[in-house]
């Protein structure tokens, strides 16, 4: 198991040791974060006066001005806190022991390996933590609480999403608007200040500009949409923080989900409004600041300059509205006659935005009549001087760089929201979430919770309640899968088919609904198989066993227009695939195994008797066998619902190629009809060919199972030599399951196998080499690593997968340059490019290796010296760029296999 995670975004969900904890975060929070967003010191409270007032629980980590327990981080708290450092400038991280009596431990910049966790785990002084700011604190209970109130607070409140100026989405633009990177507004007089507006002569152009940034950032662009989101959010939380208090972290989890995707939803709807709507608020902020509505004297233009001044949203109104003021009116009076009128109260005092134009002109006219005093004859000239607009180009690129972050921002916010889909399961999910979040806002929730529970479990193939899980699998996804499929298998080619004039445009709809009866299989077989693992083998085998009933009647109400064939290639390999299941379901249960085997097993014994009266002419006893054979024959058909023996090889095989079928009408079937004919099953070879015809195969694919049973002209592609269907069978019975069933070590052994086999000259495992490999990369499967590509003479495996495989843990430092595998009182040292081991401690003796450690991303060691120490080799899977590390044990398999496997090909 590895220590050294490099996992950012995992949770910590494990109670573990402070030298544990400093290991963990030493990687994921060690870094520096920027410090350049923005942080309010009067929204916080310090350390030392929360800690006065509230009893901090041992296991927190201090992240940013997050305090949170460690069994509470999420991935979306984690981003909080992280994002809370940045704009806090507390880059550091913290961790307050269980197992110290509550020490304080900086684990931000630990240094990791053996050595760091016993001897440089760092305490730190309470004195350090006191002056640091807490804005957030997050108990065991999970629940958030403002640090100042200890009030609860709903989790994705944070950021406020209706306040604009806080949007990291529109920060280019907040940045232009307060000229600064940390204030959030600015004034109008500082604005023009920083701006040298009066120096420029660009005054009434920054005036305009002004506004129109100081009105956008207040816009409230909430509506009833986005009233029913907080409305189903204040519910939610309260539900939430009900179900966390008594224990309920299932349900609770599923309502935090729900949470995430309502939050989404109106985030969503906020970035719509600014940048994805025709006219949306981000295009009329660039095209006022362009100076759509700029005059160069006089009023500026409104919205009543357009004609349908009445359309659009009230947001971009009040905008354009902002700028609306009468400049032609008193303000163009003698200054001194302006101020006896509003002595009298004729005219108002009051100021507004537009004060500073006036008083500028006010002020403008006063200096030209008192440079002018000595002239008596002079009188101002009131003519309106024309000031052009100067367009701010800076501030225009950040309006653009914001349209683009805001769109961005919604393609996320919608891929997060709840929405329906098509298929039974995903609507299942997106019904119960629905009517979950509808009932919210009554502060109690029931079945609609239990229900969501059981289909989301069912969705992730988590068996948490079998009881609830498989009464909603039979009570109503299974007949709701069951009735989809059936009638896509059943609704033939349908109405539009007949107004498609070529051939090419019919045989594209014909293929389109294959895929969508396909994608209706595929769900209702994930729907019994989850059956299957919930049920108890006896009732979920009579289940597939009344499938498979089902599923031939089927068959026969097939409509005999142009889309039967493919509908008929979809049926018969989802027919093949309940056969193999109802055959798991009796591999995986020793009582239904043992009498059928013992059934088996009788029949065989009869059968040899049989045949040795015939070898005798003995027609009589024969006779007398066949009689005890017929019976045998019954009890193994009531044991099997009717379906008599359908575990053998030959029925394998055929279900493998029906599947193959309705996936490519072209596969080459010829392998899996010699591997039959080769066993003398005429009779499969040729059930194999007539539900090969039924389904739609091509002609080459007919020829190819013909010529393998002797009835073809040799026209065909196949060749008649055994195939990867037939090998993949043959390892599969060594095994005694199929690929999807085994597990990490099984898998990891069959491409190692497949991989020798290849090497080997067996040219069908190539490409099964590279078919399980792909398994291994998919599933993460810890046997599985990428080669070293800096060698291509010896063979290496990487340290980190030999600590997944052992018992030994890797340890690293920063750089990579060392690694410690320890297990025990074993501790083994390598370093990058050397090849000497140090046991126990750097300077101990060496001991000399066969190969000098490399580094690829990690550190690897060679095959000789890590079977040496950790019995382990390596197989570099054949034409891949990955490899299998293998344990003795598993060496072993890997050798018998490939044994058993080669001989099976031998006669070729």
């Known amino acids: ?343 009298l109260g004729i005219v108002s005092s009051s100021s507004g935005w537009w004060t500073v134009l006036d008083d500028y002109d006010s002020d403008e006219q006063k200096r030209a009549e008192e440079a002018n005093s000595d002239n008596d004859d002079y009188v101002y000239d009131k003519t309106p001087k024309e000031k052009p607009f100067n367009a701010d180009s800076a501030l225009l690129d950040a309006i653009g760089t914001s349209i683009s972050n805001c769109s961005d921002s919604y393609t996320k916010y919608l891929s997060k929201a709840l929405v329906d889909t098509d298929d039974i399961l995903g609507h299942a999910i997106y019904d119960y979430s629905s009517q979950v979040i509808d009932q919210s806002t009554g502060g109690s929730l029931g079945g609609p919770v239990d229900y969501l529970k059981h289909a989301t479990n069912i969705r992730d193939n988590n068996i948490s309640d079998k009881a609830g899980e498989l009464s909603l699998l039979k009570s109503s996804l299974l007949n709701l899968a069951s009735n989809k499929y059936s009638a896509s298998a059943t609704a033939g080619t349908g109405g539009d088919y007949g107004s498609l004039a070529s051939a090419g445009a019919k045989t594209s709809y014909l293929e389109d609904r294959k895929g969508v009866e396909e994608a209706d299989r595929s769900m209702l077989q994930f729907l019994i198989e989850a059956m299957r693992q919930r049920d108890e083998a006896e009732n979920a085998l009579e289940y597939v066993y009344q499938r498979i009933d089902w599923t031939e009647n089927l068959l026969t109400t097939i409509p005999g227009d142009d889309y039967k064939t493919y509908s008929t290639s979809s049926v018969q390999a989802h027919l093949a695939w309940l056969k193999e299941e109802a055959q798991k379901i009796i591999d995986s249960d020793a009582n239904l195994r043992s009498k059928l085997d013992a059934l088996k097993a009788k029949k065989a014994e009869l059968q040899k008797k049989r045949d040795a009266c015939l070898d005798n002419n003995d027609l009589a006893g024969a006779k007398a066998y066949d009689a005890k054979i017929a019976a045998v024959d019954q009890d193994i058909n009531k044991e099997t619902g009717g379906k008599g023996d359908a575990g053998n090889m030959a029925d394998k095989l055929v279900n493998k190629a029906m599947s193959a079928l309705a996936d490519n009408a072209n596969a080459d079937l010829a392998g899996v009809a010699a591997a039959l004919a080769e066993v003398g099953d005429k009779d499969a070879v040729d059930a194999l060919a007539d539900k090969a015809k039924e389904s739609g195969a091509s002609a080459d694919t007919l020829a190819g199972i013909n010529d393998a049973n002797g009835d073809g002209d040799g026209s065909g592609d196949g060749s008649g030599e055994k195939d990867a269907d037939a090998l993949l069978a043959q390892l599969e019975s060594l095994f005694g399951k199929s690929l999807d069933e085994m597990s990490d070590d099984e898998l990891a052994i069959a491409g190692a196998t497949f991989s020798k086999l290849s090497r080997s000259g067996i040219t069908p495992a190539d490409s099964l080499t590279k078919m399980v490999v792909n398994k291994l990369v998919d599933t993460n499967n810890k046997y599985n690593y990428r080669q070293y590509d800096g060698s291509k003479t010896e063979e290496f495996i990487s340290l980190d997968t030999l600590s997944d495989c052992t018992a030994y843990r890797y340890f690293y430092d920063d750089s990579k340059a060392t690694g410690t595998m320890t297990k025990g009182s074993n501790v083994y040292i390598f370093k990058r490019g050397s090849d000497e081991m140090h046991k126990q401690t750097p300077s101990s003796d060496a001991e000399q290796m066969d190969e000098k450690i490399v580094y690829s991303g990690t550190l690897f060691i060679g095959e000789d010296d890590a079977k040496d120490y950790f019995k382990c080799i390596t197989e570099y899977a054949n034409n891949t760029d990955y490899a299998i590390c293998l344990t003795s044990p598993m060496q072993t398999k890997v050798d018998k296999y490939t044994e058993t496997l080669t001989e099976f090909f031998k006669d070729e």
């Open 1 to 343: 198991m590895k220590s050294s995670f490099r996992l950012p975004d995992k949770l910590i969900k494990r109670a573990v040791s402070i030298v544990l904890v400093a290991v963990l975060l030493a990687v994921v929070f060690g870094r520096s974060f920027d410090s350049e967003a923005i942080f309010d010191p009067d929204k916080a409270i310090t350390y030392q006066n929360f800690a006065a007032k509230v009893s901090v629980e041992d296991s927190v980590l201090f992240i940013g001005t997050y305090v949170i327990h460690k069994d509470a981080l999420t991935d979306q708290l984690y981003e909080k806190a992280k994002d809370s450092a940045s704009e806090s400038g507390q880059n550091e991280v913290y961790y307050k022991s269980e197992l110290s009596d509550g020490q304080w431990f900086n684990v931000g910049d630990i240094e990791n390996g053996v050595k760091g966790i016993s001897e440089d785990g760092r305490p730190e002084n309470v004195e350090t933590i006191n002056p640091l700011y807490v804005t957030y604190y997050v108990g065991s209970d999970g629940i958030l609480r403002d640090a100042k109130t200890m009030a609860a607070m709903n989790p994705f409140d944070i950021p406020d999403p209706y306040d604009l100026s806080g949007l990291p989405e529109l920060e280019p633009i907040r940045t232009q608007y307060t000229q600064s990177q940390s204030a959030t507004s600015i004034s109008q007089s500082d604005y023009l200040d920083a701006k040298g507006s009066k120096d420029s002569g660009n005054l009434r152009s920054d005036v305009y500009t002004y506004q129109l940034l100081s009105t956008f950032f207040s816009l409230n662009l909430r509506d009833a949409q986005t009233d029913k989101c907080d409305q189903q959010l204040q519910g939610l939380n309260t539900i939430y923080i009900a179900y966390k208090a008594d224990g309920k972290e299932e349900e609770a989890k599923l309502v935090y989900d729900l949470m995430e995707k309502v939050d989404a939803t109106r985030r969503a709807l906020i970035m719509e409004r600014l940048a994805e709507l025709d006219d949306n608020l981000l295009n009329t902020l660039y095209t006022l600041t362009s100076g759509s509505y700029y005059t160069p004297y006089g009023s500026f233009k409104d919205s009543s300059s357009e004609s349908n001044a009445s359309i659009g949203a009230p947001y971009n109104k009040e905008l354009k509205d902002s700028l609306k003021h009468d400049f032609t009116g008193f303000n163009t009076a003698d200054p001194f006659i302006l101020s006896f009128l509003r002595s």
